[in-house]
């Protein structure tokens, strides 16, 4: 059998020193924004979109385009991490889903949560420090941890 992959975008939002993370209710983690990349969507236009759908936020992503550049090629903002996220695991062993995200860190301006009609509560999500993911690492995948606390950082030094 063949291992489905779908492409999405997955975006670690920060304000004031801390980063935003929700109960994601399939898969029973807590989680920054994020989802599957549309045919006619590049990765960080997904991600965007998924931010604004999920919170209601507008974020600026860190990072500028860099590469080549011609007439008929543009280069495109890379993602801080390209991962491949295993979804669906049979009890076999069998990888029957997986995920290959472009993980992107952005900023906030503020805190406020408002999510589209249909989307995941405001009082679902929280707003999550460094030293709070590092201190529950019984509540957070270790992943989470890593590029949550380095989100945090990397934003919080490119912020006035």
């Known amino acids: 059998m063949e291992t489905t992959r779908h492409f999405v ?21 807590r989680l920054p924004p994020g989802g599957h990349v549309d045919r006619d969507e590049l990765p960080h236009e997904a991600a965007l979109r998924e931010v604004r759908e999920e919170t209601g936020l507008d974020v600026a992503l860190l990072g500028e385009p ?30 029957a889903h997986q995920h290959i995200d472009s ?24 707003w999550v420090s460094a030293g709070e993911l590092r201190a529950n690492p019984d509540r957070y995948e270790p992943d989470v941890i890593e590029m ?9 030094s490119r912020r006035p």
């Not at 975008?9 to 004031?16: K, L």
């Not at 935003?20 to 029973?28: K, P």
């Open 148 to 156: 949550g606390t380095e989100a945090i950082e990397l934003v919080g």
């Open 103 to 126: 993980v992107f860190y952005g900023a906030a301006d503020i805190r406020e949560i408002s999510p589209a009609p249909g989307e995941t509560p405001a009082d679902a999500w929280e």
């Open 9 to 29: 975008a997955t975006v670690y939002v920060v304000h004031d020193g801390a980063t935003l993370l929700h109960d994601h209710e399939r898969l029973g983690l």
């Open 66 to 95: 860099e590469g080549p550049e011609s007439d008929t090629v543009r280069p495109l903002l890379e993602p801080r991490h390209l991962l491949l996220e295993d979804i669906d695991v049979h009890e076999n062993g069998r990888i």
